[in-house]
């Protein structure tokens, strides 16, 4: 059987310096963890990750609880990869780092906070990755209460005494209503996603602030809820488009409810970017793929998969400072919007 002693022979380097790839590689070199890396898939090493774990009182385990509904189950958009993208991520990010990922999914809202509970009860886990952030989120408050480490994607609205990387959403909308104008619009709706979620309320400051600062006044009307879903996107045009005077250009929550407002258009006899014009949030593969191309606001969600897992490892090993990391979504202008 092999053994560190053998792994640190063949790597010509010290058995602390293998220990420490094993427990704590962020104190290696890039060079050193890669050969130590390189030494152990020669060798087939697999050390014990139950004793490692004892010793260390580890899990080598980081948890995320998404929120899949029956509804979501049934009504599934296999194209949506923004979610998978992050989880990617997180997992290439966490297994070179020597973690893995653990994924337990909550039906409804209020099954999160007994999940976990029971993940930290239970010692599965030694951090976790929180998304979709509440206004006043009781995931944050608990994990706060307990000392239990967590990064969290997004914000709530009152105190960010937590580490979390963040989406600057309200800019992001704020040069979407500047792009607009500048193609010649007036009226602009705004579908702003659900209230309780934060980055809604700072997506609807963009759009405010991006009407005022050109000179034009919010209209109550132009302002609507929507949901993340192709269906609530042609739901939404049914009745913006329905009236005497309808908006030249919307911005949709996110990119499936942008796709399904241009196939309404396309139902009725009108093209996107040409007759109304139409601006996602995401930036998804299909976006540059859809005819017409969707001009959007792009999320890297790649690359904040690994910015979110490298903080929070900085928090499981003792970061006592707190990170705020606010990241600027690109407008991907395609041809969904034109001039009026």
């Given amino acids: 059987m092999t053994t560190i002693k053998d792994i640190a022979k063949k ?22 963890y890669l050969l130590i890396k390189k030494t152990i898939d020669k060798l087939g090493f697999h050390p014990s990750s139950a004793a490692r774990s004892l010793k260390m009182n580890q899990t080598r385990r980081i948890g995320i609880v998404p929120v899949i509904s029956i509804e979501d189950n049934i009504h599934s958009q296999a194209q949506d990869t923004a979610f998978y993208n ?6 290439t990010e966490a297994s070179q780092k020597g973690y893995g990922l653990l994924l337990q999914a909550a039906i409804t809202r209020e099954d999160e906070i007994a999940i976990y509970q029971r993940l930290i009860g239970e010692k599965q886990v030694d951090g976790f990755i929180i998304m979709g952030i509440a206004c006043e989120d009781k995931r944050i408050k608990m994990l706060k209460e307990v000392k239990f480490p967590f990064i969290a994607f997004g914000r709530t609205l009152k105190g960010h005494n937590y580490s979390f ?27 702003k996603p659900p209230a309780e979620l934060t980055f809604s309320h700072h997506r609807l400051s963009g759009y ?8 034009l006044k ?22 913006l488009m329905g009236g005497k005077n309808p908006p030249s250009a919307i911005i949709a929550p996110n990119d499936f409810s942008a796709f399904g407002m241009m196939n309404w258009l396309n139902n009725h006899g009108l093209v996107a970017g040409k007759d109304v014009s139409i601006i996602g949030f995401d930036d998804l593969n299909l976006a540059s793929h859809w005819r017409p191309g ?5 999320q890297p969600f790649f690359e904040i998969g690994i910015q979110l897992t490298q903080l929070l490892l900085q928090v499981i090993n003792g970061a006592e400072e707190h990170f705020g990391v606010l990241i600027e979504p690109k407008l991907m202008i395609r041809e969904s919007t034109g001039k009026r």
Avoid: C, W, Y
Avoid at 165 to 191: M, P, Q, R
Avoid at 208 to 215: A, K, M, P
Avoid at 294 to 298: F, H, M, P, V
């Fill in 11 to 32: 790597a010509n380097v010290s058995v602390g310096t293998v220990s420490n790839f094993l427990n704590n590689p962020d104190l290696l070199s890039e060079d050193t």
């Fill in 218 to 239: 919010v209209d109550p009307a132009l302002i609507i809820e929507g949901k993340f879903s192709e269906q609530s996107g042609q739901e939404i045009m049914d009745g």
């Fill in 294 to 298: 969707l001009t959007t606001l792009a």
């Fill in 208 to 215: 405010v602030s991006g009407l005022r600062d050109h000179g």
């Fill in 165 to 191: 990387i963040d989406t600057d959403g309200e800019k992001g909308i704020f040069n979407a209503v500047k792009h607009l104008v500048e193609l010649g619009h007036t009226k602009i709706a705004f579908i």
């Fill in 86 to 91: 992050l989880v990617s991520a997180i997992n």
